[in-house]
């Protein structure tokens, strides 16, 4: 198999097939290579927008580099491909500054709104920060959230994590009580994500298991963000003790962390796992490891059923890791259901009636 290093290229690979599934495999570990988002452009060009989708929703967790930035715009110019202006949107603000006129050009007023309210937050103190995040989800904890709302809560997120201290963020994470503002509780686990807070990351796989499930969710998205083999280690000691809760979480956190400890922990699961949902969970996240350990143990789930994985996404990605290998004559399995790890997002119309908007995940 190809290491980690040498996946990217295979995100123009002929198939979507091969290239969703690596693009997937970026995704869910918040890759930091700035050469990802070129590629889904180019991929995008190469093989029309719908064969893309996947992709581009994808990569809104790519980091944009100057390039890159300048490829999406020029992209949004010809084509406007679903997502590339969330990405626009979401740029790191060094290389947005001193762009206003093109980005102006460019851009619905919704994008350009969110950069300058960005820009806006990038100026605030700390304590201006944390009174408007706390105030903006009490807010929501008393009616659904409207348009950009979750948005700017990522915003200031996004602000604090650049000028708090490490020791304050973590104080307030570990101080926080059931009893604290619903939508607080997981927007400070998911700061801890932002800032890669690693040393909270025992307390973090604690909140895998809780019944707020938002909150689980978040420890699972700053788990993996942080991605280090302590968090691997700290579940591997906790999982057979765990709630069926619990250990659906910290699969889904395995499926994310792409390190050679978390694939082999997934393979001694896939042993010692009798719950044939939570077995087809393990099977699901080692086919987005890529190893040959791996491939072994989904053929042998594919000729010896075991759990509720279902056969027909284990012949995909045995297609895929033939690919990989670069086996001859490997035999496309048919599409017969949008594959399912596709990210849904919702879509919200610019209320100015521009025609532009923005996607988030639903």
Not at 101 to 129: G, H
């Amino acid at each position: 198999m190809p290491p980690l290093a040498r996946l990217e290229p295979f995100l123009l690979h002929e198939s979507s097939m091969v290239r969703d599934s690596v693009g997937f495999h970026f995704f869910e570990s918040w890759s930091n290579e700035e050469e990802i988002a070129p590629l889904v452009l180019e991929a995008c060009r190469r093989y029309g927008e719908e064969a893309s989708l996947n992709l581009l929703s994808f990569g809104c967790r790519f980091p944009l580099s100057s390039r890159s930035l300048l490829e999406a715009l020029r992209a949004l110019t010809q084509s406007r491909p679903p997502f590339v202006e969330q990405w626009v949107s979401m740029a790191p603000l060094s290389l947005v500054k001193g762009r206003a006129e093109l980005l102006r050009s460019v851009l619905s007023p919704r994008a350009i709104a969110r950069l300058l309210r960005r820009m806006y937050f990038d100026r605030e103190t700390a304590t201006e920060l944390w009174r408007r995040l706390e105030g903006l989800c009490r807010k929501l904890d008393s009616r659904s959230a409207e348009p950009g709302e979750r948005d700017e809560i990522d915003d200031l997120l996004e602000a604090l994590a650049a000028v708090e201290r490490r020791e304050n963020v973590a104080a307030k994470i570990l101080a926080l009580e059931e009893t604290a503002s619903a939508n607080l509780r997981w927007a400070l686990v998911e700061i801890a994500g932002v800032m890669r807070l690693s040393e909270l990351g025992d307390s973090l796989v604690d909140l895998l298991g809780v019944v707020d499930e938002p909150v689980a969710r978040a420890a699972v998205q700053s788990l993996a963000r942080i991605g280090s083999p302590s968090i691997v280690s700290s579940i591997g000691d906790r999982y057979s003790a765990g709630s069926r809760r619990f250990r659906r979480f910290a699969l889904s956190l395995l499926k994310a962390i792409k390190l050679e400890s978390s694939e082999s922990l997934l393979r001694d699961l896939a042993e010692s796992e009798s719950d044939p949902a939570l077995r087809g969970r393990i099977f699901d996240a080692l086919r987005f490891h890529f190893t040959e350990k791996s491939e072994m143990l989904l053929r042998t789930e594919l000729e010896h059923p075991s759990s509720w994985m279902i056969p027909e996404e284990i012949q995909k990605a045995l297609f895929v890791f033939a690919e990989l290998r670069g086996v001859q004559g490997a035999r496309e399995p048919a599409e017969e259901r949008e594959i399912y790890f596709h990210i849904p997002f919702d879509w919200t119309e610019d209320p100015t009636g521009s025609g532009g908007g923005s996607f988030r995940p639903s």
